[in-house]
């Protein structure tokens, strides 16, 4: 990785703390490996990114931070802090991905990859979803289950219940998707349904996608043609 410019010598004294072969590993076009549909999904979101923000322990981390950013000493001791008082969120590690992230990438390109993971392991709304554009949708979602839907038969709309059971085969049965909906498992374009739902032209995204997810981590994407 290329330095920004600027650094003083906290920074640049800190250099020579890297041992010989230690690096900030760079991923390019690192391929998913084997395991379920959110993990190769990880993966995608993840080659925004220029590494693992995952693989890397706390210490490198801190480490990291000082030699490849231009964050003051205060900022990064807050920082530090942050991280002490709840390790689980991993406040070193998000800071320095999206300070690298910016140095290798841009601005921009951190807040794609950030609004790729909400969607995925986040809060995300249906607005956040409609909001991407057809390549970072199809990029997202590379990978997982597809069914193609004639867009004629949205012209009346499908019973939400048909349409997981028979249109899309996402349920193997009715009662199948009967009781994933009663349990609050299924959402479409990411809302929960009710059995009231009919699936019609108004819940196109890009003027062509469905969204359907069952449960936390599976996802099928409808092609409407």
């Not at 800190?14 to 959110?38: F, H, M, T, W, Y």
């Not at 931070?65 to 991280?83: G, N, Q, R, V």
């Amino acid at each position: 990785i290329q330095l920004p410019g600027g650094h003083d010598a906290h920074h640049d004294s800190l250099r020579n703390e890297i041992p010989a072969g230690d690096s900030l590993k760079i991923r390019v076009g690192q391929s998913a490996g084997r395991g379920d549909i959110v993990e190769q999904r990880r993966r995608i979101v993840l080659k925004q990114l220029p590494f693992d923000e995952e693989r890397i322990s706390d210490e490198d981390a801190l480490k990291y931070l000082k030699i490849f950013t231009t964050k003051s000493k205060a900022e990064i001791d807050a920082i530090a802090a942050e991280h002490a008082s709840d390790p689980g969120q991993r406040a070193m590690q998000k800071a320095l991905a999206r300070e690298v992230t910016i140095v290798v990438h841009s601005e921009a390109d951190y807040q794609r990859a950030l609004e790729a993971s909400q969607i995925l392991f986040g809060k995300a709304t249906e607005e956040t979803l409609r909001n991407l554009s057809e390549s970072d949708l199809l990029a997202i979602f590379d990978g997982v289950p597809r069914s193609t839907v004639a867009k004629e038969l949205l012209k009346e709309g499908i019973a939400v219940i048909d349409f997981l059971a028979e249109t899309t085969r996402v349920s193997a049965s009715k009662g199948e998707a009967r009781r994933s909906i009663q349990g609050n498992a299924i959402s479409i374009n990411k809302v929960k349904v009710t059995e009231q739902k009919n699936i019609d032209g108004n819940d196109l995204i890009s003027d062509k996608y469905i969204l359907i997810q069952s449960g936390k981590k599976n996802y099928h994407l409808v092609v409407v043609e």
